[in-house]
Nanobody
């Protein structure tokens, strides 16, 4: 499945952004979905994931309580609401999918990434 991530931008610390992930190839139904990010000079890291149809969610400790992942019930989009943003949240955010397992255990499909920059 081809994933498209959008919604990144530049925001001041304490602000918010909403990222969305969609596919042009039909539906994201039945896929485990999630978000990863990569800061400059660092390895890509897990941010959040959600099962189908959305009962189970999991977050990295660094974003728990600030970020919220959600998906619509017809499998069109997966969103990441990011609140109380910090400069350390800066990075390229990637949408990820896997039909067989949570993305924290393995990613089968990656989106192209969207840049998030949080200024202090």
């Amino acid at each position: 499945v081809q994933l498209q991530a959008f919604g990144g931008g530049v925001v001041q610390a304490g602000g918010f952004l909403r990222l969305s992930c969609a596919t042009s190839e039909g539906t994201l139904a039945y896929y485990y979905m999630g978000w990863f990010r990569q800061a400059p000079g660092k390895e890509r890291e897990f941010v959040a994931e959600i099962s189908w149809p959305g009962r189970n969610k999991n977050y990295a400790g660094s974003v728990k309580g600030r970020f919220a992942i959600a998906r619509d019930n017809i499998g069109h989009t997966v969103d990441l609401q990011m609140n109380s943003l910090k400069p350390e949240d800066t990075g390229i955010y990637y949408c990820a999918a896997n039909r067989a397992m949570p993305v924290s255990n393995g990613v089968a499909f990656w989106g192209q990434g969207t840049q998030v920059t949080v200024s202090s």
